[in-house]
């Protein structure tokens, strides 16, 4: 027993040496990681200038980061979550012979069923904000897991001389059915420990995941496959309130300021090569029947002969070792940002932390400023005032001491001059240059930028072409870092397992996301610039067929283009209603002309009949004359 107890320790420090040497590696990317999520709760970290957020000064934090990250967040998973599910495809291997050949489709819908029954939707979500926020996303496929699902059953209560059917004695009764399914989960970075030489988790030496265990936990692997009972007995009879001995450091941050812990056993599963030589006398001391097969060690000696396996140690005691085949390790990862010739990726908070403190820096002295320059302040002396240093309110009147000649040797206004102007200049570049350095511009969220120079829709349309681009480069990283890696895994799993032989065929996996953004995002954005190309030319309006554009930008937004484009029989409604309005204008119109030309002929007649008197009238004064003159003869 104690030898074989050896044997297991020496097993176990040979991970905990790569455990810690592993936590060593990555210490400087903790600290990266931690500014992340500081920014992203907006905690204080960094500063701009001397004696920033003290005292009085302004503790503003300019949630920057937060936002950028969220809305990157969004549009990834509203582009490749279409309809809550994972977007893949299964085709039939072009190489399979045609008599062989099955179609995907029974594959195709077990795969979706499985990941419904995991809610990879919800695991898929997490990844991404991992990826925005930390720079990259760890996925663990397939898991295991048991679900209980709930089945209603019709059973007849009617009584032995009624028939059975009677619905009104018809009662649905609840069976409970304990089904295991795999699946895929989220793994946080923090519990995730690589080898730093190598990018591709498959390809290093090897994959530590560690997890925080409670008694209950462990327990539950008594009586799973493969797990060794006794082992797991021993580390319950040593387990108590000052087991947990984990640096909290590198645990989450959730994890890190908890008073009273109930998961205090660390849980470390290792995945990787591990030299022969520690495995041979372990096999043999606790029987081959006790892993999953002969290893068949030989030379043990030789430097560089490993074995792929799979160990689990619990408080340094191991509890499960079986082999694993090479390149089958059930972990992957995605980078938001390749770095090239390295083994970590760069995220939104990675390229905003800089941004981050001046917009921090800047807006606290903006509201620093406010605050002397919209303040009253006074500089004097109080001996000048008969009762010492005064208290200033609205209709104060002081008394000066009689040395005093002038009030303004008594007391004098400081000015502070507002220059909050400036500041907010130098505010809005540094939200330019965020964002540049992300590449993602408020205008593909949806939101209008006040600028002095207003942009032109050329400007616009290339910033958001570039988004695009940028976007679609995350999302292929998703496609082949995740959803490729989760369906190849499922679909081994399904074709190793007994039953279901009618669906079991050669497929070939395809990951479908950005598929998804080229037919979501840039093929609306093809047809946006096809469309304003359109209307700007009246000779191409004349050539061109208008509403599928329409229709195809609505599909685009998962919107039914009949709900806000008119049917034919509304147009023609509308056409019968604006011609009838047109009609009315015109009899309108008619009507104003009768009545001007009537109101002009009324006044030729006035003036006619006026001039017609005025003719009488010269008539009448000249007989008179005449009359005059021969009477005066």
């Not at 008599?99 to 990879?120: N, S, Y």
């Not at 387990?239 to 640096?247: A, G, I, M, Q, W």
């Not at 609306?524 to 599928?548: C, D, G, N, Y």
């Not at 002929?601 to 004359?625: C, W």
């Amino acid at each position: 027993m104690a030898k074989s107890e050896g044997l297991s320790n020496r097993i176990s420090e040979f991970i905990n040496e790569l455990y810690k040497a592993w936590r060593q590696d990555r210490k400087t990317r903790e600290s990266q990681w931690n500014k992340a999520i500081d920014a992203f709760l907006g905690n204080l970290d960094g500063y701009w200038k001397p004696d920033e957020a003290e005292g009085w000064r302004s503790d503003y934090f300019a949630m920057l980061i937060k936002t950028k990250v969220v809305s990157a967040y969004a549009i990834v998973c509203d582009t490749i979550l279409q309809g809550g599910e994972i977007p893949f495809d299964l085709n039939i291997d072009p190489d399979e012979p045609e008599e062989l050949r099955v179609f995907p489709e029974g594959m195709r819908k077990k795969i979706r069923r499985q990941l419904l029954d995991c809610k990879a939707d919800r695991e898929l979500m997490n990844i991404i904000l991992s990826m925005a926020l930390y720079g990259k996303g760890i996925v663990k496929c397939p898991v295991v897991n048991t679900y209980t699902k709930i089945r209603y059953e019709p059973v007849s209560f009617a009584p032995p001389f009624m028939m059975a059917n009677q619905n009104q004695f018809v009662r649905f009764i609840p069976r409970f059915e304990i089904v295991s399914s795999p699946g895929m989960e989220y793994v946080s970075v923090w519990n995730i420990f690589s080898d730093p030489e190598e990018d591709n988790l498959q390809d290093g030496y090897g994959i530590i995941h560690r997890e925080m265990y409670s008694a209950y936990d462990l327990r539950k692997l008594i009586n799973a496959p493969f797990f060794n009972k006794r082992a797991i007995k021993k580390v319950l009879s040593e387990v108590n309130s000052n087991t947990f001995t984990e640096d909290v450091s590198s645990l989450p941050p959730s994890l890190r300021e908890i008073a009273k812990r109930n998961k205090v056993i660390q849980y470390l599963e290792y995945w990787g090569r591990i030299p022969k030589k520690l495995l041979s006398d372990y096999t043999r001391k606790n029987g081959v029947n006790s892993l999953a097969r002969d290893f068949g060690f030989n030379d043990t000696d030789i430097e560089g002969n490993e074995f792929e396996g799979h160990i689990c140690i619990a408080n340094g005691e191991v509890i499960r070792l079986t082999d694993n085949p090479v390149g089958y390790r059930p972990y992957s990862q995605a980078f938001w940002e390749v770095v090239l010739d390295s083994s970590d990726g760069r995220s939104i908070a990675d390229n905003l932390e800089h941004d981050q403190k001046m917009s921090n820096g800047i807006m606290r002295a903006i509201i620093d400023n406010l605050r002397l320059a919209g303040n009253v302040m006074f500089a004097g002396k109080s001996e000048a005032f008969v009762e010492g240093k005064p208290k200033f309110k609205p209709g104060f009147l002081g008394e000066l001491s009689a040395e005093v000649d002038d009030v303004r040797q008594a007391i004098q206004q400081i000015v502070v001059n507002d220059v909050s102007q400036g500041l907010l200049a130098v505010w809005g570049v540094i939200q330019r240059l965020a964002d540049e350095n992300t590449n993602l511009p408020k205008i593909i969220s949806g939101e209008t930028v006040t600028q002095k120079k207003q942009e032109t829709a050329f400007e616009i349309d290339q910033r958001m072409q570039n988004a695009g681009k940028y976007l679609g480069s995350v999302i292929r990283n998703i496609d082949e870092g995740i959803i490729e890696p989760v369906i190849t895994h499922l679909y081994h799993y399904n074709m190793i397992q007994p039953g279901n032989e009618e669906i079991k065929g050669n497929f070939v996996v395809n990951a479908t996301g950005f598929n998804s953004f080229q037919n979501r995002f840039l093929r609306t954005q093809s047809i946006k610039q096809t469309l304003a190309l359109v209307l700007s030319h009246p000779s191409l309006t004349a050539e061109a067929r208008i509403r599928p554009h329409l229709e195809e930008i609505y599909k685009s937004l998962d919107l039914k283009p009949e709900t806000f484009l008119k049917s034919e029989e509304e147009k023609s409604r509308d056409q019968q209603m604006a011609l009838q309005q047109q009609m009315q204008m015109m009899q309108i119109a008619q009507q104003k002309e009768v009545a001007k030309i009537q109101r002009e002929l009324a006044d030729m007649k006035k003036k006619l009949s006026e001039a017609l008197m005025y003719a009488e009238k010269a008539k009448t004064e000249k007989a008179k004359q005449l009359v005059g003159v021969v009477g005066g003869r």
